[in-house]
């Protein structure tokens, strides 16, 4: 699992929290378990990522709104050079090198895949 994808699981939550409990076997049919992943899809689309990472403790502490090294703090990810150059190159930029100028690209860039795979952003913040 990539870095982004620990950023995405930590405001949509990982694969485990989502996935319900086994059924007794029998007990729910194909078709019933087909429309509950439907809608935890759809669910999972309309998530507000400005409302989850507000809620996350700490986040008034944070200038996550701007700052790839306090969003990254605030999903309990490092925020190491390494890791945001290794982030970096998960968005398509291998001439990464920590500077102000790559930091707000990166932070904009990771908002924006955030937003590009069904989360809410508000404009102000892509």
């Given at each position: 699992m ?12 990982s694969?485990?929290e989502?996935?319900?409990?086994k059924p007794q076997?029998?007990a729910?049919?194909a078709a ?5 992943a ?10 507000d ?26 999903v ?8 945001r150059k290794e ?5 398509g ?13 990166l932070h ?6 955030l937003?590009?795979?069904g989360g ?7």
């Open positions: 990539g870095i982004f994808s620990s950023i995405k699981n930590a405001i949509w939550g694969e485990e989502k996935t319900p409990e076997e029998g729910v049919t019933v378990a087909a429309a509950a439907a809608a935890g899809a759809a669910a999972q689309s309309s998530v990522v400005e409302a989850v990472l507000d809620a996350k403790p700490g986040a008034d502490a944070l200038n996550w709104r701007t700052s790839i090294v306090d969003l990254m703090k605030l309990g990810l490092d925020p190491s050079f390494d890791n982030l970096a190159g998960e968005m930029r291998a001439d990464y090198g920590g500077s102000a100028e790559d930091n707000i690209w904009k860039k990771v908002l924006q895949e937003s590009a795979n809410k952003v508000p404009a102000d913040l892509l």
